[in-house]
């Protein structure tokens, strides 16, 4: 039993702890599953807030891009309004009252908006709120009178501001103020229209738009001013009949440049009628609100209208160069005649200038600073800008000492030219020769001319163009500016001029040459007066202020006329033929350069630099004018007289003038003169220019130590040459040869030297010899009674004409006064008087 018991509590003990043991394990099981649970409990929990974390990381970096493109969106839109603002009124008509001015619009630039205030858009820097009015709206403005009063007073002010004086015209209708309220604008005068003068007000604005729309079919541009219509109401009782002109008014209005601006009345529904609601200092527009400007101070509308009215008194301002330009470049013909503008008249129409067959030629005068030079600028923009090349070519000299002309070829700094230009003259006071020049190229062009028209019975440039329409025939305009220097001093260059100018004033008329003179000084006058047939042809006369004679005696319009006008006459300068001209300022190089590069590109193929003659430049030895390549050997034929190039001719082509050096006696050249560098700068030309001819020995003999350098120099350059101390030693030699003798009046043997210069051209051996005045070559010829036929030719440089009568055919020696680098050449053989020459530079490009 006991047993049994015992074994009994055994199994139950057995039991109970195995009954333990599994609700243990059952208990360490839950145990488990509750700490997974709750490990899963916290990490959903943490994952739950790093996703909040994130997802507010991530909206706040959103919001953040957002608010950076917002503003940057902001800033760059409100940059673009900004700058279209500036665009869209710009000057007077969106500057703030502080700064404001008149500004004075750009020709053909449609008129712009108007600012009233700013935008509340952006807070630091508000934009421009800009209104519609010139071609484009109406405005009707609703809101407190002294508000809407304020905004039309800033308004009208920017119109006309940004306009020209008189480019828009002011009505006011205000019957409760009776004018007081635009009444600052009293001094433009305006028409203020009274209680009972609406009626008739509204038909006449009416009538305008009729008429305007009548001119605008029949020509399609509109050029009457704008016509602002202010109404100022307070209650909106129009009549049926007032109503309907209104309503057309607004209609038809804007197309015609009337525009309407209302407060106190309502515009018809239309496209451009603008309105506003106006508050105090705000105003809405649409969906925009607008902080308004402070209106202008009174003071500031006053000034305004007064220094405007006072310019409309003065007439509109003058002319500018660039309104002298026709709408297209270069689309006239000037088959029968030239005309452009060259200033306005006062009341703002172009000045056209006539030439052709009649007027053939034009004089201008005036005192110096007068403008005459301005003048020819302002007349040359005419003509360039109108005639291409093929239709008009141009010769301008200048005999001021001034570079007028300089700007119209190529420079340094712009290698533009003027396309009609075809010779321009600059520097040349000293140098009448080439104005001679020039006249005698243009003699020539007259012959060639008249044998054209000639062979095809023509009997003036239009008949000549006609029946040879393939042949080129421009008309020649050629103006010379202080033209009396030309004519002045009793010599054979005036005298040839004169002459020759008579000829083509005479003749050019019916060849397309024409003449425009230009003097300061009434003595050049007076070398034509006493040449009734040549003044004659000169009917085109320009007087510019003060200027005396150009007119007839009893026209005294040059004498009242302002600065800066002109009197153009056509009639010979006949009182009652007058026209006044407003010259523009056209001596801008600035604005010459851009029009003068526009032209310059448009030049046809083959168009050709134009030679400039400036008298302060010196010209250099040509290079074909020296050796180059291989040493000619002997055999090289040569030809019967090479020539010897001495200097520039002063002539149209800049041609080397040469000294002929046949095989005959007095073929031989004397510079004669103290000028050192000029003589060895003459002897070295002739020397190079002959060794470029062929086979030729040169023998220099140098007696002048200042002289030294550039003898040893030539020396060096020659192909053949020796160095001798006299010239009693000189070789006989089968090939040309030649003597180069520096300071030969120093050298100790007079006998082999006149042997020489006697005997030698037959033998081909040439003296060029330098001698440092006529006395001397005399003493070493053999004395006083020695006689100069050896000298066939000479270059006379600081020697006083008188002292070259012994050298000279006419008694008295020719007619020359020495100046620097020119140099009077004579050969007796080719020569009847002798001409001047520049010294060609030899040295300073190849040493
Ligand atoms: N229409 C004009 N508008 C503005 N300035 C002008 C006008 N005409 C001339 N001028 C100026 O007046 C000055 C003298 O003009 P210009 O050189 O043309 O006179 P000029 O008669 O040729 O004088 P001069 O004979 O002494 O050379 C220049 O500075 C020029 O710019």
């Not at 004395?783 to 066939?792: E, F, K, N, Q, Y």
């Amino acid at each position: 039993m006991g047993s049994y018991r015992n074994a009994l509590v055994a199994a139950v003990r057995q039991e109970l702890a195995e009954a333990r043991g599994a609700a243990r394990a059952v208990l360490a099981a839950a145990e488990s599953a509750r700490g997974e649970a709750e490990a899963r409990r916290r990490m959903v929990r943490e994952a739950y807030t790093t996703c909040l974390n994130q997802l507010a990381q991530a909206r706040d970096s959103s919001r953040r891009d957002i608010q950076r493109r917002y503003q940057y969106e902001t800033t760059k839109l409100s940059g673009t309004v900004r700058r279209l603002a500036a665009l869209s009124a710009t000057g007077a008509a969106g500057a703030p009252w502080r700064l404001w001015a008149p500004s004075e619009p750009e020709r053909g630039n449609p008129p712009g908006l108007l600012r009233i205030g700013t935008l509340g858009l952006d807070e630091r820097t508000p934009l421009p709120a800009l209104v519609p009015l010139l071609d484009a709206a109406h405005l009707d403005l609703r809101g407190p009178a002294e508000i809407v009063d304020g905004v039309i007073t800033g308004v009208l002010l920017r119109a006309l501001g940004s306009t020209r004086p008189g480019d828009v015209q002011l009505t006011v209708y205000d019957p409760e103020a009776l004018g007081g309220t635009l009444a600052s604008f009293a001094p433009l005068g305006l028409s203020f229209v009274g209680p009972g003068g609406l009626n008739a007000m509204l038909d006449e604005v009416v009538e305008h738009i009729c008429r305007v729309n009548e001119t605008v079919l029949s020509d399609l541009t509109r050029t009457d001013p704008w016509r602002v219509v202010v109404l100022l109401a307070d209650t909106d009782e129009l009549s049926p009949a007032q109503r309907a002109q209104l309503d057309r008014i607004t209609r038809t209005g804007v197309a015609c440049g009337v525009h309407l601006v209302v407060r106190g009345l309502r515009l018809t529904e239309h496209h451009s009628v603008v309105r506003l609601d106006l508050t105090s200092g705000r105003a809405v527009w649409g969906d925009l609100e607008i902080r308004l400007d402070e209106p202008p101070p009174t003071e500031q509308v006053v000034a305004f209208c007064k220094a405007t009215a006072e310019r409309m008194r003065a007439g509109p301002p003058p002319a500018q160069l660039a309104d002298l330009e026709p709408k297209t470049l270069w689309a006239e013909t000037s088959t029968h005649g030239l005309v452009a503008p060259i200033g306005d008249s006062t009341d703002g129409s172009l000045v056209d200038v006539p030439l052709g067959d009649d007027p053939p030629h034009a004089l201008i005068g005036g005192p110096s600073g007068s403008g005459k030079t301005n003048l020819i600028y302002a007349w040359l923009a005419g003509l360039a800008t109108r005639y291409d090349p093929a239709e008009l070519a141009l010769y301008l000299l200048d005999f001021k000492e001034g570079v007028s002309f300089a700007r119209y070829v190529p420079g340094p700094r712009d290698p533009s030219w003027l396309p009609q230009v075809r010779l321009a003259g600059i520097n040349v006071n000293g140098d009448r020769e080439f104005g001679l020049a020039m006249l005698r190229h243009l003699s020539e062009e007259l012959r060639t001319r008249a044998q054209a028209a000639k062979r095809v019975d023509a009997t003036k440039l239009a008949e000549l163009r006609a029946e040879d329409p393939t042949g080129r025939w421009p008309r020649l305009v050629a103006v010379i500016d202080e033209f009396q220097v030309l004519l002045g001093g009793r010599d054979a260059v005036a005298d040839e001029a004169v002459t020759l100018l008579e000829d083509l004033a005479r003749r050019g008329r019916s060849q397309g040459i024409h003449l425009i003179l230009a003097s300061q000084d009434v003595s050049g006058i007076e070398a034509l007066w006493g040449r009734s047939g040549l003044i004659g042809q000169f009917t085109l006369r320009v007087a510019l202020p003060k200027a005396r004679r150009i007119l007839a005696d009893n026209n005294l319009a040059a004498a009242v006329i302002p600065r800066h006008h002109a009197v153009v006459n056509t009639e010979s300068g006949t009182a009652g033929a007058n026209q006044i001209v407003r010259l523009p300022d056209a001596g801008d190089r600035h604005v010459w350069r851009t029009l003068q590069r526009r032209l310059w590109r448009m030049r046809p193929d083959g168009c050709a630099e134009p030679r400039l003659f400036d008298g302060d430049a010196v010209p250099r030895l040509p290079s074909s004018c020296r050796p180059a390549g291989p040493v000619p050997d002997a055999g090289t034929p040569v030809g019967s007289s090479p020539g010897a190039v001495l200097g520039e001719r002063i002539d149209v082509a800049a041609r080397p003038a040469r000294l002929r050096l046949g095989r005959m006696p007095g073929r031989n050249l004397a510079v004669l003169g103290t000028r050192t560098d000029e003589a060895c700068d003459v002897l070295a030309a002739a020397a190079l220019s002959l060794a470029a001819q062929g086979p030729a020995h040169f023998s220099v003999v140098c007696l002048d130590p200042d002289a030294g350098r550039a003898a040893a120099r030539l020396v060096a350059e020659l192909p053949s040459a020796d160095w001798y101390d006299d010239v009693t030693d000189l070789p006989r030699l089968d090939v040309p040869h030649y003597v180069l003798g520096y300071a030969l009046d120093a050298g100790n043997d007079p006998v082999a030297l006149r042997r020489l210069l006697t005997d030698g051209p037959e033998q081909r051996t040439h003296v060029l010899g330098w001698w440092r005045s006529v006395a001397r070559l005399r003493d070493s010829l053999g004395g006083p009674t020695a006689r100069l036929d050896p000298i066939g030719a000479w270059v006379a440089l600081d020697v006083q004409g008188a002292d070259l009568s012994p050298l000279y055919p006419q008694p008295g020696g020719p007619a020359w006064y020495p100046r620097t680098r020119r140099a009077l050449f004579f050969d007796r053989s080719v020569h009847r008087t002798p001409e001047v020459i520049i010294p060609y530079e030899v040295n300073s490009d190849h040493t």
